[in-house]
């Protein structure tokens, strides 16, 4: 059946350098993909739209040059969090609409910066 | 834009009782309401859904109402068991819009 599948599912790596997550629709094609990030024991935040061909909406105070997204294909999207500060850290969720209405979420990335 | 407010926080039940969660919206013009479940380190699994054009829904143990009036809708779980145990989220939206969430609810089954 359809799924969204996200990886890595667990990031670890040093302030200042970059990571790339990968979002991945099974079994169905997605012009539109989302982006969220999450805190402990917080619900999910928005952060961006991933539209296949085109540049990624941005929600309001989400920094574009920090959080790149690309959308090369219609079952890939990919979030690169770029010179990675400890802040930074957090469970980033992709997710996808599989027909109508219904979006369904990857596993989720979590992601230490030290 | 959409507001979704989602109560208690917090719920903790024995197993075999009904646990039920709140949300009211803001935005009248909304007419997705899905509910989601998710387990801890992972992300949110789909588990019900109802629009605006169906007072009510079930699905097994699961069921969902919605009040168009009052702008609110709600989880109901019946006869719950320990694997019930995680946190909720309702949402909200128009059409194709962006999904709005409420803030969760940590809900505990007890055996």
């Known amino acids: 059946g359809a799924v969204v599948s996200q990886h890595p599912s667990r990031v670890i790596c040093k302030s200042g350098t970059s990571v790339k997550i990968e979002c991945r629709s099974l079994d169905f094609q997605a012009t539109t993909m989302f982006w969220y990030r999450q805190f402990p024991k917080q619900s999910l935040m928005l952060m961006a739209t991933s539209n296949e061909g085109s540049k990624a909406t941005y929600e309001q105070g989400v920094e574009k040059d920090k959080f790149l997204i690309n959308h090369a294909s219609l079952t890939l999207s990919t979030l690169t969090v770029t010179s990675a500060h400890p802040e930074d850290s957090s469970f980033y969720i992709c997710?996808?609409?599989?027909?109508?209405?219904?979006?369904?979420f990857g596993s989720g990335t979590q992601l230490s910066v030290l | 834009g959409e507001n979704v407010e989602q109560h208690p926080s917090t719920l903790s039940v024995q197993e075999g009782d009904s646990a039920v969660i709140k949300c009211t919206y803001s935005?009248?013009?909304?007419?997705?309401f899905p509910w989601y479940k998710q387990e801890l380190g992972k992300g949110p699994q789909l588990i019900i859904d109802?629009?605006?054009?169906?007072g009510e829904k079930k699905d097994q143990r699961i069921a969902v109402t919605l009040n168009k009036t009052a702008k609110h809708f709600s989880l109901h779980i019946t006869e719950t068991q320990p694997e019930d145990s995680a946190v909720y989220f309702c949402?909200?939206?128009?059409?194709?819009?962006?999904?709005?969430f409420g803030t969760g609810t940590r809900l505990l089954v007890s055996p």
């Open positions: 109802i629009r605006s054009n169906v």
């Open positions: 997710s996808a609409r599989q027909g109508g209405e219904k979006l369904l």
């Open positions: 935005d009248s013009a909304s007419n997705y």
């Open positions: 949402a909200a939206s128009t059409g194709f819009q962006k999904l709005v």
